[in-house]
């Protein structure tokens, strides 16, 4: 199975702050990866999905880059709702697997 | 508008069954692959398993094979999960989930249906 690796698991920003979260798989994945933003106590969504397209309707400060086996995701001048965990998630192989989850509070 | 509503969760002993069930709407359901992923208590989101839009293409995750089994009603929308021989450490929000088109990122997810497995 790919093992997906995010950091860090938690930080804490300011409003208008640039984050940057990682993911690295234990093997190359191309580009298939997706991020999704989970706020307490709601579903899932998705933000990024193909490692850099942005999901329709999703503000343009988040942006995914990589390939290969390291993905980043940026969330550029960070806003009061973008508080919420932030999963990976590798679509090449089966089983799909996601990572960890990192935590960002505002 | 896409709406995914998933039913069919409660409080079931070890070793018992459930199945669960995801009523679609506001797309065309069999023309799109689905997921079913779920979410322990507190802990991250672990993938399930997958049906391709025509039901011809399954796949499990290893915890879940045998005791497992995923299916669709393209007749009537609705998406399903067969769970046997329950153990408590499959206690967890299920969501169902609809792909992007073309892909199997996940574009759509239900609210969700919790499944308590205790005695």
Aim: glycine content about 10%.
């Amino acid at each position: 199975d790919i093992h997906l690796t995010q950091s860090p698991s938690f930080l804490s920003a300011s409003v208008g702050d640039r984050v940057t979260i990682t993911c690295r798989a234990s093997q190359g994945i191309n580009n298939f990866l997706a991020w999704y933003q989970q706020r307490p106590g709601k579903a899932p969504k998705l933000l990024i999905y193909a490692a850099f397209t942005l999901q329709s309707g999703v503000p343009s400060r988040f942006s995914g880059s990589g390939s290969g086996a390291e993905f980043t995701l940026t969330i550029n001048s960070l806003q009061p709702e973008d508080s919420a965990t932030y999963y990976c998630q590798q679509l090449s192989i089966y089983p799909l697997t996601f990572g960890g989850g990192t935590k960002v509070e505002i | 508008q896409v709406q995914l509503v998933e039913s069919g969760g409660g409080v079931v002993q070890p070793g018992g069954s459930l199945r669960l069930s995801c009523a679609a709407s506001g797309f065309a359901f069999s023309n799109y692959g689905m997921h079913w992923v779920r979410q322990a208590p507190d802990k991250g989101l672990e993938w399930v398993a997958y049906i391709h839009n025509d039901g011809s293409d399954k796949h499990y995750v290893d915890s879940v094979k045998g005791r497992c089994t995923i299916s669709r009603d393209n007749s009537k929308n609705t998406l399903y999960l067969q769970m046997n021989s329950l153990r408590v450490d499959d206690t967890a929000i299920y969501y169902c989930a609809k792909v992007v088109p073309g892909g199997h990122d996940i574009e759509w997810w239900g609210q969700g249906t919790l499944v308590t497995v205790s005695s």
